[in-house]
Protein backbone atom coordinates (compact mmCIF):
# COMPACT_ATOMS: atom_id res chain seq x y z
CA UNK A 1 0.00 0.00 0.00
CA UNK A 2 0.59 3.51 -0.82
CA UNK A 3 0.80 6.72 1.81
CA UNK A 4 1.16 9.92 1.14
CA UNK A 5 3.17 12.59 3.22
CA UNK A 6 3.12 16.74 2.22
CA UNK A 7 6.06 17.47 4.37
CA UNK A 8 8.83 16.47 5.86
CA UNK A 9 8.65 15.59 9.78
CA UNK A 10 6.94 13.25 12.24
CA UNK A 11 3.44 11.44 11.17
CA UNK A 12 1.43 8.39 12.50
CA UNK A 13 -0.22 5.67 10.60
CA UNK A 14 -3.61 4.82 12.24
CA UNK A 15 -4.60 0.71 11.13
CA UNK A 16 -7.57 -0.75 11.23
CA UNK A 17 -8.93 -4.18 10.48
CA UNK A 18 -12.13 -5.72 10.69
CA UNK A 19 -13.81 -9.13 9.72
CA UNK A 20 -17.47 -6.86 9.92
CA UNK A 21 -17.64 -8.37 13.71
CA UNK A 22 -14.53 -7.02 15.53
CA UNK A 23 -12.45 -4.47 14.78
CA UNK A 24 -9.04 -4.05 15.76
CA UNK A 25 -6.48 -0.45 15.74
CA UNK A 26 -3.26 -0.55 15.53
CA UNK A 27 -0.74 2.98 15.07
CA UNK A 28 2.89 3.30 13.67
CA UNK A 29 4.63 6.24 13.93
CA UNK A 30 6.88 7.61 10.35
CA UNK A 31 9.41 9.90 10.20
CA UNK A 32 9.60 11.77 6.77
CA UNK A 33 13.61 12.82 6.44
CA UNK A 34 15.50 14.71 3.45
CA UNK A 35 18.53 12.64 2.02
CA UNK A 36 21.98 13.73 2.04
CA UNK A 37 24.25 12.79 -0.70
CA UNK A 38 28.28 12.76 -0.12
CA UNK A 39 29.86 14.11 -3.61
CA UNK A 40 33.51 13.50 -4.21
CA UNK A 41 34.52 16.01 -6.73
CA UNK A 42 34.38 14.86 -9.94
CA UNK A 43 37.11 17.27 -11.40
CA UNK A 44 39.67 19.42 -10.03
CA UNK A 45 42.83 21.46 -10.76
CA UNK A 46 44.13 24.60 -10.14
CA UNK A 47 45.62 27.69 -12.14
CA UNK A 48 48.65 29.45 -11.84
CA UNK A 49 49.32 33.02 -12.65
CA UNK A 50 52.99 32.18 -12.43
CA UNK A 51 53.20 29.67 -14.97
CA UNK A 52 50.26 30.17 -17.27
CA UNK A 53 50.65 27.28 -19.66
CA UNK A 54 51.08 24.79 -16.57
CA UNK A 55 48.48 22.28 -16.35
CA UNK A 56 48.01 20.66 -12.83
CA UNK A 57 44.78 18.26 -13.07
CA UNK A 58 46.79 15.14 -12.03
CA UNK A 59 48.41 16.90 -8.96
CA UNK A 60 47.33 15.49 -4.87
CA UNK A 61 46.59 19.05 -3.88
CA UNK A 62 45.31 22.08 -5.04
CA UNK A 63 46.49 25.85 -4.17
CA UNK A 64 44.54 29.30 -3.83
CA UNK A 65 46.57 33.03 -3.12
CA UNK A 66 46.98 36.37 -3.58
CA UNK A 67 50.68 36.49 -4.74
CA UNK A 68 51.31 34.84 -7.31
CA UNK A 69 47.56 34.76 -8.05
CA UNK A 70 46.61 30.72 -7.73
CA UNK A 71 42.83 29.76 -8.34
CA UNK A 72 41.45 26.10 -7.58
CA UNK A 73 38.72 24.71 -10.24
CA UNK A 74 36.05 22.29 -8.42
CA UNK A 75 33.09 20.23 -9.93
CA UNK A 76 30.84 17.49 -9.03
CA UNK A 77 28.74 14.86 -10.52
CA UNK A 78 25.14 15.65 -9.33
CA UNK A 79 23.71 13.14 -11.26
CA UNK A 80 22.88 10.91 -8.49
CA UNK A 81 19.81 13.45 -7.19
CA UNK A 82 16.55 13.05 -8.80
CA UNK A 83 15.69 16.26 -11.15
CA UNK A 84 12.99 17.86 -9.28
CA UNK A 85 14.74 17.69 -6.08
CA UNK A 86 14.42 20.75 -3.38
CA UNK A 87 17.78 21.30 -2.01
CA UNK A 88 17.77 22.45 1.80
CA UNK A 89 21.63 23.23 2.22
CA UNK A 90 24.93 22.47 0.10
CA UNK A 91 27.85 22.15 2.31
CA UNK A 92 31.63 22.08 0.74
CA UNK A 93 34.65 20.03 2.84
CA UNK A 94 37.77 20.11 2.11
CA UNK A 95 40.85 18.94 4.12
CA UNK A 96 43.39 21.75 4.47
CA UNK A 97 46.74 20.93 4.22
CA UNK A 98 48.19 24.32 4.31
CA UNK A 99 46.52 26.97 6.82
CA UNK A 100 46.59 30.55 5.58
CA UNK A 101 45.03 33.57 7.67
CA UNK A 102 43.56 35.22 4.08
CA UNK A 103 39.81 34.87 3.49
CA UNK A 104 39.17 33.26 -0.37
CA UNK A 105 35.95 33.27 -2.08
CA UNK A 106 33.58 31.06 -3.79
CA UNK A 107 32.65 32.04 -7.06
CA UNK A 108 30.24 30.12 -10.09
CA UNK A 109 32.21 29.30 -13.16
CA UNK A 110 29.98 29.61 -16.37
CA UNK A 111 31.97 27.71 -18.83
CA UNK A 112 33.35 24.58 -19.54
CA UNK A 113 36.86 23.44 -18.14
CA UNK A 114 38.82 20.16 -18.81
CA UNK A 115 40.93 18.58 -15.67
CA UNK A 116 43.47 17.99 -17.48
CA UNK A 117 43.82 20.60 -19.85
CA UNK A 118 43.15 23.94 -18.00
CA UNK A 119 45.56 26.47 -17.47
CA UNK A 120 46.03 29.85 -16.39
CA UNK A 121 45.18 30.95 -19.93
CA UNK A 122 42.81 28.59 -21.28
CA UNK A 123 39.88 26.68 -19.91
CA UNK A 124 40.94 23.58 -22.47
CA UNK A 125 43.64 23.21 -24.75
CA UNK A 126 41.51 25.18 -27.74
CA UNK A 127 39.93 27.68 -25.72
CA UNK A 128 40.94 30.69 -23.63
CA UNK A 129 39.10 32.24 -21.03
CA UNK A 130 37.80 35.39 -21.13
CA UNK A 131 40.16 36.97 -19.06
CA UNK A 132 43.39 35.11 -18.17
CA UNK A 133 43.30 33.05 -14.78
CA UNK A 134 39.00 32.84 -15.02
CA UNK A 135 38.65 36.26 -14.11
CA UNK A 136 36.42 37.68 -16.79
CA UNK A 137 32.33 38.04 -16.42
CA UNK A 138 32.26 34.80 -19.50
CA UNK A 139 34.36 32.82 -16.85
CA UNK A 140 32.42 32.96 -13.79
CA UNK A 141 29.83 34.88 -11.82
CA UNK A 142 30.08 37.78 -9.95
CA UNK A 143 28.09 36.60 -6.41
CA UNK A 144 30.13 35.24 -3.65
CA UNK A 145 28.65 31.75 -3.22
CA UNK A 146 30.61 31.15 0.31
CA UNK A 147 34.02 31.80 1.69
CA UNK A 148 36.80 30.05 2.73
CA UNK A 149 39.40 31.06 5.86
CA UNK A 150 41.16 28.02 7.19
CA UNK A 151 43.77 29.05 10.03
CA UNK A 152 44.61 25.40 11.04
CA UNK A 153 45.23 22.30 8.91
CA UNK A 154 42.36 19.58 9.28
CA UNK A 155 38.78 18.96 7.46
CA UNK A 156 36.92 22.44 6.90
CA UNK A 157 33.23 22.85 5.84
CA UNK A 158 31.57 25.42 4.40
CA UNK A 159 28.14 26.05 3.94
CA UNK A 160 26.85 27.56 1.19
CA UNK A 161 25.15 31.12 1.45
CA UNK A 162 21.70 31.39 0.13
CA UNK A 163 22.89 32.24 -3.90
CA UNK A 164 25.32 29.48 -3.41
CA UNK A 165 22.35 27.05 -2.78
CA UNK A 166 20.44 28.49 -5.77
CA UNK A 167 23.51 27.50 -7.74
CA UNK A 168 23.48 24.28 -7.17
CA UNK A 169 19.66 23.80 -7.09
CA UNK A 170 19.82 25.33 -10.57
CA UNK A 171 22.82 22.52 -11.68
CA UNK A 172 20.52 19.96 -9.89
CA UNK A 173 17.47 21.30 -12.66
CA UNK A 174 19.46 22.21 -15.44
CA UNK A 175 22.69 19.56 -15.43
CA UNK A 176 24.22 21.05 -18.82
CA UNK A 177 24.80 24.78 -16.34
CA UNK A 178 27.12 22.58 -14.28
CA UNK A 179 30.61 23.90 -14.62
CA UNK A 180 31.08 23.58 -10.73
CA UNK A 181 32.93 26.64 -8.48
CA UNK A 182 36.27 28.35 -8.68
CA UNK A 183 38.01 29.34 -5.40
CA UNK A 184 40.07 32.43 -5.52
CA UNK A 185 41.19 35.65 -3.97
CA UNK A 186 43.51 37.84 -6.72
CA UNK A 187 42.61 41.15 -4.78
CA UNK A 188 44.55 39.67 -1.73
CA UNK A 189 48.44 40.81 -2.36
CA UNK A 190 49.87 38.84 0.93
CA UNK A 191 51.36 35.74 0.25
CA UNK A 192 49.78 33.18 2.05
CA UNK A 193 48.57 30.44 -0.32
CA UNK A 194 46.05 28.03 0.62
CA UNK A 195 46.55 24.44 -0.03
CA UNK A 196 44.31 21.91 0.42
CA UNK A 197 43.99 17.98 -1.09
CA UNK A 198 42.90 17.21 -4.14
CA UNK A 199 40.69 14.36 -5.77
CA UNK A 200 43.77 12.42 -6.11
CA UNK A 201 44.07 12.53 -2.87
CA UNK A 202 45.33 8.72 -1.35
CA UNK A 203 42.80 8.94 1.67
CA UNK A 204 39.77 8.80 0.14
CA UNK A 205 38.28 11.41 3.34
CA UNK A 206 40.49 13.97 2.26
CA UNK A 207 38.93 14.91 -1.55
CA UNK A 208 36.95 18.00 -1.56
CA UNK A 209 33.39 16.85 -1.17
CA UNK A 210 29.78 18.27 -1.39
CA UNK A 211 27.25 17.47 0.51
CA UNK A 212 23.60 18.24 -0.50
CA UNK A 213 20.87 17.76 1.38
CA UNK A 214 17.29 17.91 -0.35
CA UNK A 215 13.89 16.26 -0.66
CA UNK A 216 13.76 14.34 -3.07
CA UNK A 217 9.92 14.21 -5.69
CA UNK A 218 9.19 10.96 -4.47
CA UNK A 219 8.88 11.97 -1.06
CA UNK A 220 5.59 12.18 -1.53
CA UNK A 221 4.65 8.91 -2.22
CA UNK A 222 6.63 6.88 0.72
CA UNK A 223 5.64 3.28 -0.11
CA UNK A 224 5.22 1.45 2.86
CA UNK A 225 5.09 -2.65 2.08
CA UNK A 226 4.31 -5.42 3.75
CA UNK A 227 1.97 -4.06 6.52
CA UNK A 228 0.24 -6.17 9.53
CA UNK A 229 -2.30 -5.52 11.83
CA UNK A 230 -3.24 -8.18 14.43
CA UNK A 231 -7.23 -9.38 14.34
CA UNK A 232 -8.96 -10.03 17.14
CA UNK A 233 -8.09 -13.78 18.65
CA UNK A 234 -12.38 -14.50 19.02
CA UNK A 235 -12.70 -14.65 15.15
CA UNK A 236 -12.73 -18.01 14.70
CA UNK A 237 -15.64 -18.54 12.58
CA UNK A 238 -15.81 -20.47 9.04
CA UNK A 239 -18.21 -17.36 8.31
CA UNK A 240 -15.81 -14.46 9.51
CA UNK A 241 -12.94 -15.93 7.46
CA UNK A 242 -14.89 -16.17 4.48
CA UNK A 243 -15.95 -12.31 4.89
CA UNK A 244 -12.61 -11.36 3.64
CA UNK A 245 -12.33 -8.96 6.02
CA UNK A 246 -11.53 -5.14 4.90
CA UNK A 247 -8.78 -3.17 6.67
CA UNK A 248 -7.98 0.61 6.05
CA UNK A 249 -5.16 3.12 7.03
CA UNK A 250 -5.20 6.83 7.53
CA UNK A 251 -2.35 9.11 7.99
CA UNK A 252 -2.93 11.85 10.69
CA UNK A 253 -1.26 15.03 10.17
CA UNK A 254 -1.81 16.87 13.59
CA UNK A 255 0.03 20.18 11.77
CA UNK A 256 -1.90 20.23 8.99
CA UNK A 257 -5.77 21.01 8.41
CA UNK A 258 -5.73 18.23 5.36
CA UNK A 259 -5.58 14.34 6.27
CA UNK A 260 -4.08 12.05 3.84
CA UNK A 261 -5.53 8.82 3.79
CA UNK A 262 -4.31 4.99 2.04
CA UNK A 263 -7.01 2.34 1.76
CA UNK A 264 -5.63 -1.42 1.14
CA UNK A 265 -7.95 -4.52 1.36
CA UNK A 266 -6.80 -7.40 3.36
CA UNK A 267 -5.87 -10.06 0.98
CA UNK A 268 -4.78 -13.04 3.28
CA UNK A 269 -6.32 -13.93 6.99
CA UNK A 270 -4.54 -16.99 8.88
CA UNK A 271 -5.85 -18.61 11.48
CA UNK A 272 -3.00 -17.15 13.62
CA UNK A 273 -5.29 -13.96 13.40
CA UNK A 274 -2.52 -11.64 11.15
CA UNK A 275 -4.32 -9.24 8.35
CA UNK A 276 -1.48 -8.90 5.42
CA UNK A 277 -2.39 -5.36 3.67
CA UNK A 278 -2.16 -5.77 -0.28
CA UNK A 279 -2.33 -3.33 -2.29
CA UNK A 280 -4.81 -0.15 -2.22
CA UNK A 281 -5.12 3.47 -3.10
CA UNK A 282 -3.62 6.83 -2.45
CA UNK A 283 -4.97 9.91 -2.28
CA UNK A 284 -6.16 13.16 -0.41
CA UNK A 285 -9.15 13.51 1.82
CA UNK A 286 -10.59 17.11 1.99
CA UNK A 287 -11.08 18.51 5.26
CA UNK A 288 -15.11 18.20 5.11
CA UNK A 289 -14.94 14.35 4.11
CA UNK A 290 -16.12 11.67 6.33
CA UNK A 291 -13.70 9.17 6.89
CA UNK A 292 -15.02 6.00 7.70
CA UNK A 293 -15.07 4.20 11.98
CA UNK A 294 -17.04 1.22 9.92
CA UNK A 295 -15.16 0.38 7.04
CA UNK A 296 -18.14 -1.50 5.61
CA UNK A 297 -20.54 1.37 6.04
CA UNK A 298 -21.35 4.39 3.90
CA UNK A 299 -19.23 6.50 5.16
CA UNK A 300 -16.26 4.21 4.30
CA UNK A 301 -17.77 3.98 0.61
CA UNK A 302 -18.17 8.13 0.14
CA UNK A 303 -14.16 8.19 1.71
CA UNK A 304 -13.48 5.63 -1.41
CA UNK A 305 -15.20 7.95 -3.62
CA UNK A 306 -13.59 10.84 -2.97
CA UNK A 307 -10.22 9.67 -3.64
CA UNK A 308 -10.98 7.70 -6.69
Known amino acids: M ?47 GKKTTMNYGAGASLIVNGNPDNAALLKWDLSGIPAGSTLQSATLSINVTGASADTYEIYELKRSWTETQATWNKSN ?47 VNNPATNFGFILQDYANTIKDDLAFSSREATIAANRPQLQVVYSPPILASQTL ?17 ARKPSAKAVVMEPARDSVFAALATARDYSPAGRITLASGVRGRLPAAAPVATDVSGAAFDAAIAMLL
Do not use: M
Not at 28 to 44: E, F, G, Q, Y
Not at 146 to 164: D, E, F
Open 225 to 241: SVLTALAPQQVASQAAV
Open 125 to 171: SATSWQSAGAHGSLDRGATVLGTVTASAVGIRNVVLNAAGLAVVQGW
Open 2 to 48: TATFGALGSYVLKLEATDGQYTTTDYVNILVNPLTASLTAASDTYLD
